[in-house]
T-cell receptor, first 116, second 112 residues
Framework: AQKITQTQPGMFVQEKEAVTLDCTYD???????LFWYKQPSSGEMIFLIY??????QNATEGRYSLNFQKARKSANLVISASQLGDSAMYFC?????????????FGRGTSLIVHP | DAGVTQSPTHLIKTRGQQVTLRCSPK?????VSWYQQALGQGPQFIFQ???????QRGNFPDRFSGHQFPNYSSELNVNALLLGDSALYLC???????????FGQGTRLTVV
Protein backbone atom coordinates (compact mmCIF):
# COMPACT_ATOMS: atom_id res chain seq x y z
CA ALA A 1 0.00 0.00 0.00
CA GLN A 2 1.19 3.48 -0.78
CA LYS A 3 2.15 5.52 2.24
CA ILE A 4 1.31 8.84 0.58
CA THR A 5 -1.50 9.23 -1.92
CA GLN A 6 -2.07 12.32 -4.00
CA THR A 7 -5.11 11.64 -6.15
CA GLN A 8 -5.01 14.80 -8.26
CA PRO A 9 -2.45 14.53 -11.06
CA GLY A 10 -3.28 18.05 -12.22
CA MET A 11 -5.16 21.05 -10.88
CA PHE A 12 -6.09 24.36 -12.47
CA VAL A 13 -6.96 27.53 -10.58
CA GLN A 14 -7.62 31.14 -11.48
CA GLU A 15 -5.21 33.74 -10.18
CA LYS A 16 -6.25 35.16 -6.76
CA GLU A 17 -8.50 32.19 -5.99
CA ALA A 18 -7.84 29.54 -3.35
CA VAL A 19 -6.99 25.94 -4.18
CA THR A 20 -6.80 22.73 -2.14
CA LEU A 21 -4.36 19.96 -2.98
CA ASP A 22 -5.27 16.60 -1.50
CA CYS A 23 -3.01 14.22 0.40
CA THR A 24 -3.84 11.09 2.37
CA TYR A 25 -1.31 9.01 4.25
CA ASP A 26 -0.96 5.61 5.82
CA UNK A 27 1.05 4.88 8.95
CA UNK A 28 0.80 2.90 12.15
CA UNK A 29 3.25 5.19 13.94
CA UNK A 30 1.92 7.58 16.56
CA UNK A 31 4.71 10.07 15.95
CA UNK A 32 5.22 11.31 12.42
CA UNK A 33 5.56 14.50 10.43
CA LEU A 34 3.85 15.69 7.30
CA PHE A 35 5.39 18.05 4.77
CA TRP A 36 4.52 19.82 1.59
CA TYR A 37 7.15 20.76 -0.95
CA LYS A 38 6.91 22.79 -4.15
CA GLN A 39 9.00 21.84 -7.15
CA PRO A 40 9.20 24.40 -9.97
CA SER A 41 10.56 23.41 -13.35
CA SER A 42 14.08 24.23 -12.14
CA GLY A 43 13.97 21.03 -10.09
CA GLU A 44 14.68 22.32 -6.60
CA MET A 45 12.30 21.10 -3.90
CA ILE A 46 11.15 24.08 -1.84
CA PHE A 47 9.82 23.45 1.66
CA LEU A 48 6.39 24.99 2.24
CA ILE A 49 4.88 23.75 5.48
CA TYR A 50 5.18 21.13 8.22
CA UNK A 51 2.64 19.47 10.53
CA UNK A 52 3.60 17.23 13.40
CA UNK A 53 1.26 14.40 14.33
CA UNK A 54 0.87 15.77 17.84
CA UNK A 55 0.22 19.35 16.75
CA UNK A 56 -3.36 20.20 17.64
CA GLN A 57 -3.63 23.25 15.46
CA ASN A 58 -3.36 23.30 11.69
CA ALA A 59 -0.03 24.66 10.46
CA THR A 60 0.01 27.94 8.56
CA GLU A 61 2.82 29.68 6.68
CA GLY A 62 1.76 32.85 4.94
CA ARG A 63 -0.60 31.90 2.09
CA TYR A 64 -0.16 28.20 2.84
CA SER A 65 -2.15 26.25 5.39
CA LEU A 66 -2.36 22.55 6.08
CA ASN A 67 -5.79 21.07 6.75
CA PHE A 68 -4.81 18.23 9.08
CA GLN A 69 -7.51 15.64 9.80
CA LYS A 70 -5.76 12.97 11.84
CA ALA A 71 -8.65 10.52 12.12
CA ARG A 72 -9.09 10.58 8.34
CA LYS A 73 -5.31 10.53 7.79
CA SER A 74 -5.45 13.47 5.46
CA ALA A 75 -3.14 16.48 5.20
CA ASN A 76 -4.45 18.74 2.47
CA LEU A 77 -2.57 21.86 1.40
CA VAL A 78 -4.59 25.02 0.97
CA ILE A 79 -3.09 27.87 -1.04
CA SER A 80 -4.98 31.12 -0.67
CA ALA A 81 -4.90 33.95 -3.21
CA SER A 82 -3.07 31.95 -5.90
CA GLN A 83 -0.33 33.69 -7.84
CA LEU A 84 1.09 32.89 -11.27
CA GLY A 85 4.36 31.92 -9.58
CA ASP A 86 2.54 29.14 -7.71
CA SER A 87 2.44 27.08 -10.91
CA ALA A 88 4.60 24.05 -10.10
CA MET A 89 4.53 20.44 -8.92
CA TYR A 90 3.49 19.98 -5.30
CA PHE A 91 4.56 16.97 -3.26
CA CYS A 92 3.17 15.72 0.01
CA UNK A 93 5.60 13.77 2.19
CA UNK A 94 5.52 11.92 5.49
CA UNK A 95 8.40 11.26 7.79
CA UNK A 96 8.20 8.26 10.09
CA UNK A 97 10.82 7.01 12.53
CA UNK A 98 12.47 4.09 10.77
CA UNK A 99 15.43 2.38 12.40
CA UNK A 100 16.14 5.39 14.55
CA UNK A 101 16.18 7.88 11.71
CA UNK A 102 13.36 9.84 10.13
CA UNK A 103 13.08 9.01 6.46
CA UNK A 104 10.50 10.84 4.39
CA UNK A 105 8.26 9.18 1.81
CA PHE A 106 6.92 11.33 -1.00
CA GLY A 107 3.71 11.11 -2.98
CA ARG A 108 3.61 11.25 -6.76
CA GLY A 109 2.78 14.91 -6.80
CA THR A 110 0.11 17.24 -8.14
CA SER A 111 0.76 19.65 -10.99
CA LEU A 112 -0.80 23.04 -10.28
CA ILE A 113 -1.35 25.56 -13.05
CA VAL A 114 -2.48 29.05 -12.16
CA HIS A 115 -4.34 30.91 -14.93
CA PRO A 116 -4.27 34.72 -15.21
CA ASP B 1 24.54 31.86 3.01
CA ALA B 2 24.64 29.29 0.22
CA GLY B 3 21.98 26.66 0.27
CA VAL B 4 22.50 23.08 -0.87
CA THR B 5 24.63 22.96 -3.99
CA GLN B 6 24.95 20.03 -6.36
CA SER B 7 27.28 19.36 -9.25
CA PRO B 8 27.13 18.81 -12.09
CA THR B 9 23.68 20.07 -13.08
CA HIS B 10 23.42 17.81 -16.10
CA LEU B 11 25.24 14.66 -17.11
CA ILE B 12 25.05 12.18 -19.97
CA LYS B 13 26.58 8.74 -19.51
CA THR B 14 26.64 5.48 -21.44
CA ARG B 15 25.24 2.21 -20.13
CA GLY B 16 27.78 0.34 -18.04
CA GLN B 17 29.71 3.45 -17.06
CA GLN B 18 30.16 4.78 -13.57
CA VAL B 19 29.12 8.23 -12.32
CA THR B 20 29.85 10.40 -9.28
CA LEU B 21 27.51 13.17 -8.17
CA ARG B 22 28.48 15.75 -5.58
CA CYS B 23 26.61 17.67 -2.91
CA SER B 24 27.57 20.45 -0.51
CA PRO B 25 25.05 20.84 2.31
CA LYS B 26 23.66 24.06 3.65
CA UNK B 27 26.00 25.74 6.10
CA UNK B 28 25.65 24.19 9.56
CA UNK B 29 23.94 21.04 8.32
CA UNK B 30 25.52 17.68 9.12
CA UNK B 31 23.02 15.19 7.67
CA VAL B 32 22.84 14.56 3.94
CA SER B 33 20.29 12.44 2.09
CA TRP B 34 20.13 11.44 -1.55
CA TYR B 35 16.99 10.88 -3.60
CA GLN B 36 16.23 9.61 -7.08
CA GLN B 37 13.32 11.23 -8.89
CA ALA B 38 12.22 9.51 -12.08
CA LEU B 39 10.14 11.46 -14.57
CA GLY B 40 6.60 11.91 -13.30
CA GLN B 41 7.34 10.46 -9.88
CA GLY B 42 8.05 11.74 -6.42
CA PRO B 43 11.57 11.52 -4.99
CA GLN B 44 12.65 8.07 -3.78
CA PHE B 45 15.01 7.88 -0.81
CA ILE B 46 18.39 6.31 -1.61
CA PHE B 47 20.41 6.74 1.59
CA GLN B 48 21.31 9.14 4.35
CA UNK B 49 24.72 10.04 5.75
CA UNK B 50 25.54 11.39 9.18
CA UNK B 51 28.95 11.60 10.83
CA UNK B 52 30.50 10.11 7.69
CA UNK B 53 28.48 6.92 7.99
CA UNK B 54 25.52 5.59 6.05
CA UNK B 55 22.70 5.62 8.59
CA GLN B 56 19.70 4.57 6.54
CA ARG B 57 19.25 3.07 3.10
CA GLY B 58 16.26 2.82 0.83
CA ASN B 59 15.44 0.02 -1.57
CA PHE B 60 18.33 0.56 -3.99
CA PRO B 61 20.92 -1.99 -5.18
CA ASP B 62 24.54 -1.99 -4.10
CA ARG B 63 25.45 -0.29 -7.37
CA PHE B 64 24.45 2.87 -5.51
CA SER B 65 27.02 3.88 -2.95
CA GLY B 66 27.97 7.05 -1.20
CA HIS B 67 30.39 8.87 0.98
CA GLN B 68 30.36 11.77 3.39
CA PHE B 69 33.47 13.82 4.04
CA PRO B 70 34.56 15.52 7.29
CA ASN B 71 33.22 18.86 5.98
CA TYR B 72 29.80 17.13 5.58
CA SER B 73 29.84 17.25 1.80
CA SER B 74 28.77 14.05 0.11
CA GLU B 75 29.11 12.01 -3.05
CA LEU B 76 26.75 9.58 -4.70
CA ASN B 77 28.34 6.91 -6.88
CA VAL B 78 26.46 4.71 -9.30
CA ASN B 79 28.25 1.80 -10.98
CA ALA B 80 27.28 -0.20 -14.05
CA LEU B 81 24.73 2.37 -15.17
CA LEU B 82 21.43 1.17 -16.59
CA LEU B 83 19.01 3.07 -18.79
CA GLY B 84 16.60 3.04 -15.85
CA ASP B 85 19.03 5.05 -13.76
CA SER B 86 18.14 8.11 -15.85
CA ALA B 87 16.55 10.51 -13.37
CA LEU B 88 16.93 13.70 -11.38
CA TYR B 89 19.15 13.04 -8.37
CA LEU B 90 18.41 15.31 -5.45
CA CYS B 91 20.52 15.96 -2.40
CA UNK B 92 18.96 17.25 0.82
CA UNK B 93 20.54 18.41 4.05
CA UNK B 94 19.29 18.85 7.59
CA UNK B 95 20.88 20.04 10.77
CA UNK B 96 20.19 19.52 14.45
CA UNK B 97 16.51 19.65 15.23
CA UNK B 98 15.40 21.01 11.88
CA UNK B 99 12.08 19.51 10.90
CA UNK B 100 12.45 20.18 7.21
CA UNK B 101 15.15 19.22 4.76
CA UNK B 102 16.65 21.71 2.31
CA PHE B 103 17.12 20.46 -1.22
CA GLY B 104 19.53 21.29 -3.96
CA GLN B 105 18.47 21.82 -7.56
CA GLY B 106 19.52 18.32 -8.46
CA THR B 107 21.66 16.62 -11.06
CA ARG B 108 19.83 15.42 -14.14
CA LEU B 109 21.45 12.16 -15.24
CA THR B 110 20.72 10.71 -18.66
CA VAL B 111 21.97 7.22 -19.46
CA VAL B 112 22.11 6.37 -23.16
Amino acid sequence: AQKITQTQPGMFVQEKEAVTLDCTYDTSDQSYGLFWYKQPSSGEMIFLIYQGSYDEQNATEGRYSLNFQKARKSANLVISASQLGDSAMYFCAMRERTGGSYIPTFGRGTSLIVHP
Amino acid sequence: DAGVTQSPTHLIKTRGQQVTLRCSPKSGHDTVSWYQQALGQGPQFIFQYYEEEERQRGNFPDRFSGHQFPNYSSELNVNALLLGDSALYLCASRGGRDTEAFFGQGTRLTVV
